[in-house]
Every structure is written in structure tokens, then in C-alpha cells.
């Protein structure tokens, strides 16, 4: 979560401002895209201050526990790495002019982010963090230097950067799947494949019997996540497999009841408390009648307290899958006809649950409210489309962007140009990532 732990004492108050708290990463990793965090270091004196430097500092860690231990005697079951590290010189003083005068002191940055970085990883078993550091250095042995730090937030949200919407080929989110057997014929249809975890997900199955004396026994909607954790500098590698079965929110009939009616067809309205049955247990017996079984069911997904979202990382991979299993029975068949449907979805970040990769449908965009910060009771409010978790919260609340005047303050003071030429220079010389990529105007 970001947050601010800024160095104070009694004369002196060091804090990083940030212009974007949180770094959005949109597309896939192979995206030639670049972000930019922009911000500034602010250090507030009641009296002038000698100074030599004034650093700051871009920082990705990960880090990694491995029970059954690493290394030849396996005595190892902590891993840490660094995965990013920028400097950037915001200030170098002459040895002759080195006092900061009183008041506030402010030093404008800016880091380039290209969209292939990692994003932000939160798992019971590994993590993967960014924050932003700032050192003011003091001249001499015995003065301590100044430093404070902010935890900056990576999430990636497949929402379809400029180069995609420029070239005209926005792929579809949704999945529509045919399995056709002796006894039905099964149209399945998943509406997003590209969901955030805690929220509704909803499945529209339709059934067309071929044979008569079909019945439908069970039904079965499992998420599988694989994780995969790799340490290369030990060749050390770990796979697990965890399932979680869906839970059902709602259940509602697709068929035009008043249409069969006009044309004098009768409905297959199925009792509800049936169809729950075929979810939770076998041998429901449910006949298919001559009319199709066409039911829209609505899943809520597994919330960000035991499931991950989808990852690029080789060294940290969650991936998830979609198992769809539907079991149907023929009177005189010894033999259950089984059909089965099993397809990768991405799972996005909890706290990227508006963030919504396709437009929500008028009911959707009616029911769902969105959370409140100065509203307490707003976390117990039931809210209609996912699982309010404490981090999506505290997640609404600290990425409140600035002001109109602060952004506009911290974006001219980026482009300033009385700074030293030393912090000119060395800012250039410390960004190790390649520019952004030419606008064609």
C-alpha cells in the first residue's frame, strides 16, 4: 500500500509528494509503452541547513521463502533480490555553497517505468514491492543524514493501451464454446474472460438435447490457479495447484416465457432450488425436455485473501484456468455422457475492480456505487458486483491524485530551468531506461 514515512524531528521535516501515488501498467508486458512517476522531495527547515547531495532513488525488491530450504545444504529459506534500482542526483552543492536556506526546499523527478517492469506481487509465499527513497547528505562524520520513503504501488490492468485502440484490433474479452455430443449439444457462453478477484463473474449455459430421456445430473464451475515460484541462482523450483469451487450468487432463465406462450411452446421453467442441486451435489436428475436449458448463472470469484492475481514473472507465475464439467445421463445408457470445457482467464488486481476492461451493462452501471471515502459505513454496505476487501479501501483512499494546482505546481517545476547544471546533468546520466518512444504528429 503506498504510504508516506516521512523523517521528522523538531526543526526539520523530510516527505516525498507524489503527482500518480499509484503506476498503472496497461497491456501485456510486450506493450512498447512508457509511464512516468512524477513527484517531488520536499524538505521544510526553521533554520538553514548545510548540505552536500540530494538523492533519490527508484527501488524494486522481491523476496521469497522456501521452506524446504536453498543452496547444497538447504539451510536457506529466505531469498531476497533487488529487481530495479534508478538514482537520480536532484542536487549536487559546491563545497563553498553548501547551507539550504529555511522554508520549504523542493526538488522536482521523474522516473520512466516502461510497461515490461513487474508489477506489484502480494503472495503469502512471495512478494514483490517498489518504493521511493530520498537521502539528503550532510557534510561530516558524525552528522547524520536525512532520509524518508514512500511505497509506491505497480498494477497492471489489460485495459488496451493507445497503440492497440490506434490500430483497429481490440480483441474480444469473451468466450463462447460449443461441445456437441450424441445425447445435447452445449453452448456455453463466459461474458468476461479479463475479471478482478472478489467480483461477480457470470456463466450463461444452453442445453439442446438430441436424444429424448436426457437428464442433466451434475454440474461443476472450478477456478484453478498454478503457482509456479523459481530461484534461477539456486535452480530451485516449486509448483502448486489450488482449486476454488465457485460460489453462486444468482440464478435466472434466459427463455422468453412469453414468447412460448404466443406460439403455444411450453417453457422449461426448472425449479431453482433443483439447479442448486446439480452445483453442490450429483444424481440432481434434472430432465431435458424438447425445450432448450438456457440459464444465465452469476459466480462471485475467490477475493484477494487466498486468490492472486494473474502474473508475467517467470520467478513468480500464477496463472488460472476455468474447468467447466457437466454431467448427463440417458435412461437406457450405462455410461454418463460427460462434457467438459477448460480455458485460461486473467485475473486482475482486487483493487482494480472499476478499472473495467469492457463496459458494464446498464444494470451493472445502476446498482454499482462506488465507495466513498468520507462515508465510514460504506465497507459494510453490501455492494452490488464484488467483495469489498480492506486493501481495496485503503487503496481508494491513498490513490487520490493531487489537486489541479499541486499537479500544475510539480509539472512547472519540472520544467524549470534555473536548476543547477551538476543536478541537470546528472539526472540525465543516472536514468539507465531508454526514452519513450517519438509521438508522429
Not at 453452448?187 to 442433466?216: A, C, D, H, R
Request: aromatic share 6%; hydrophobic share 35%.
Amino acid at each position: 500500500m503506498p504510504i508516506a514515512v516521512p523523517f521528522l524531528t523538531g526543526s526539520r521535516q523530510l516527505s516525498i509528494e507524489l503527482a500518480e501515488p499509484v503506476v498503472l501498467l496497461r497491456g501485456p508486458p510486450s506493450d512498447p509503452t512508457t509511464h512516468v512517476l512524477r513527484g517531488e522531495v520536499e524538505l521544510m527547515l526553521s533554520k538553514p541547513m548545510s548540505a552536500t547531495q540530494v538523492i533519490v532513488k527508484l527501488m524494486g525488491k522481491s523476496n521469497m521463502l522456501w521452506p524446504e530450504g536453498l543452496g547444497p545444504r538447504g539451510a536457506k529459506v529466505y531469498h531476497e533480490k533487488t529487481v530495479l534500482e534508478q538514482n537520480i542526483i536532484l542536487d549536487c552543492r559546491p563545497e563553498d555553497d553548501q547551507m539550504l536556506p529555511a522554508g520549504l526546499n523542493r526538488w522536482p523527478f521523474e522516473f520512466l517505468i516502461p510497461n515490461r517492469m513487474v508489477e506489484t506481487i502480494e503472495d503469502e509465499m512471495a512478494q514483490l514491492y517498489y518504493y521511493v527513497s530520498a537521502v539528503v547528505q550532510r557534510p561530516g562524520m558524525g552528522i547524520p543524514n536525512l532520509r524518508c520513503r514512500r511505497n509506491i504501488l505497480l498494477l497492471r490492468t489489460l485495459s488496451w493501451s493507445d497503440n492497440v485502440l490506434a490500430s483497429n484490433s481490440l480483441p474480444t474479452t469473451s468466450i463462447v464454446a460449443e461441445r456437441k455430443t450424441d445425447a445435447c449439444d452445449a453452448t456455453i457462453y463466459i461474458e468476461k474472460s479479463i475479471v478482478s478477484s472478489g467480483t461477480q463473474f457470470p456463466i450463461s449455459i444452453v442445453l439442446t438435447t438430441q436424444m429424448k430421456n436426457v437428464s442433466l445430473e451434475s454440474m461443476s464451475i472450478t477456478l484453478t490457479e498454478r503457482r509456479v515460484y523459481e530461484v534461477p541462482e539456486y535452480n530451485a523450483r516449486r509448483a502448486e495447484l489450488h482449486d476454488f469451487k465457485l460460489q453462486l450468487s444468482t440464478i435466472s432463465n434466459m427463455a422468453d416465457t412469453e414468447q412460448m406462450s404466443q406460439v403455444m411452446m411450453p417453457s422449461s421453467d426448472i425449479p431453482i432450488q433443483q439447479i442448486r442441486k446439480a452445483l453442490s451435489a450429483k444424481n440432481a436428475h434434472i430432465p431435458l425436455g424438447s425445450n432448450p436449458f438456457q440459464y444465465k448463472f452469476v459466480f462471485t470469484l475467490p477475493n484477494c485473501l487466498t486468490l492472486n492475481h494473474t502474473t508475467y514473472y517467470r520467478e513468480m507465475n500464477f496463472l488460472h484456468h476455468l474447468k467447466i464439467d457437466l454431467e448427463l445421463s440417458l435412461v437406457k445408457a450405462i455410461k454418463r455422457t460427460h462434457i467438459h470445457l477448460e480455458t485460461p482467464i486473467t485475473i486482475l488486481d482486487c483493487r482494480l475492480k472499476e478499472d473495467f476492461s469492457t463496459l458494464p451493462t446498464y444494470q451493472e452501471s445502476m446498482t454499482d456505487t462506488l465507495v466513498d471515502e468520507d462515508d465510514e459505513d460504506d465497507i459494510i454496505k453490501k455492494r452490488a458486483g464484488f467483495f469489498i476487501c480492506p486493501c481495496y479501501v485503503d487503496y481508494k483512499k491513498k490513490s487520490k491524485k493531487l489537486s489541479g494546482r499541486e499537479l500544475l505546481m510539480i509539472r512547472q517545476n519540472n520544467n524549470y530551468e534555473a536548476r543547477p547544471s551538476s543536478s541537470r546533468s546528472s539526472s540525465t546520466e543516472c536514468l539507465s531506461l531508454p526514452p519513450p518512444p517519438p509521438y508522429d504528429k
